[in-house]
């Protein structure tokens, strides 16, 4: 156990951990696995991860339980997102089997940074590939390297399980509407980037997207896909410009679980007049409460958490996700991978 660190005041942000691993696809196969201790990677000056935006990448978490076992969430669901991507951006897909032995290995090397139960803080792994072969002329590259590192996290959103404003403005995209948006693709992050300070500088958590082609439906939520409760039921944006979160997934079907009726689907922004709940989710995210929402075009101003806590449904959903991720709540679905140490 790694007792230098203050797990409790942990944010989102990055810390140096021992290993990470690396594999790069070349001559048509993808080569041995390398520990490496180094932060740093070579690069080609000219590979097309640099010039041509071919970089990818994938986010998910370690818990440590009560227990003391070590759960990884989903972790071959993020393995397919990140194939999916890959096919978006014709890059080499990383096989499931290789993704898998390359988080795990990560997992493991590092042990002694995964947080202890009861801090709120878990381990964020985040496995990253890009176009590495040389090249000028705008093609897919032949080469790609791929590669998983690990750092401990707290909270995304500072306001941890709180209520949290959002803001909606129409003058940034951060996807073209037949774009990259459903794939988790750096450039994507690039262009949301303005706008996001933008709205931090203004006080607000993150930018509520509008859909790009139309500005009329409610899109994606900074980095999160956005949900909220309408007439009892859950309603999330169903859109090909927004990142389908393994997240936002596991809510549904825990919502169903618990009979609440769930609807994906275009949500238009009045729509936001009769929600009694609404929330940001993903893995850095987990459920990141929203309390208002301001339409900083119209200067209407729609008020979610009117008492300032959480709603009903939004945290019996956020202690349902935990508790599954924590082990402390039955794993039903079989999301869970236990890493076996040696
Ligand atoms: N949307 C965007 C733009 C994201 O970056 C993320 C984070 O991965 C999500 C949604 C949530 O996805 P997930 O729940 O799979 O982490
Ligand atoms: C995540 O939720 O894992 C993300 O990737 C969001 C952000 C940190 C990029």
Known sequence: MNTEIDWGSLS??????DYNVRCTYKDGKWGEIEVSASPYIPIHIAATGLHYGQEIFEGLKAFRGKDGKVRIFRLDENGKRLQSSAHGLLMEPVPAYLFREMVLMAVKLN?????????????????????????VGVKPGKEYTFIVFVTPVGPYFKTGFKPTNICIMRQYDRVAPQGTGRWKVGGNYAASLESGEKAHS????????????????????????????????????????????????????????????????????????????AGACGTAAVISPVGEIDDLDTGKK?????????????????????????GDVEDTHGWNTIVEFD
């Not at 042990?111 to 090249?135: D, H």
């Open 12 to 17: 989102f942000g990055y810390m140096p951990t």
């Open 111 to 135: 042990e002694r940074f995964i947080p202890p139960y009861g801090t709120g803080a878990s381990l964020y792994i985040r496995p990253v590939e890009y176009g590495s072969s040389a090249q």
């Open 202 to 277: 203004m006080g607000y958590s993150a930018v509520l997207f509008l859909d790009p082609k139309e500005k009329k439906y409610l899109d994606e939520c900074g980095p999160a896909n956005f949900f909220a409760i309408k007439d009892g039921k859950y309603i999330t944006p169903a859109s090909d410009s927004i990142l389908p979160s393994i997240t936002n997934k596991s809510l549904q079907q825990i919502a169903k679980d618990m009979g609440i009726e769930v609807e994906a689907r275009h949500i238009t922004v009045d729509e936001l007049e009769s929600v009694t709940e």
């Open 302 to 326: 729609y008020v979610i958490a009117k008492d300032g806590v959480p709603g009903p449904i939004s945290t019996a959903l956020y202690n349902t996700l935990r508790g599954i991720q924590l």
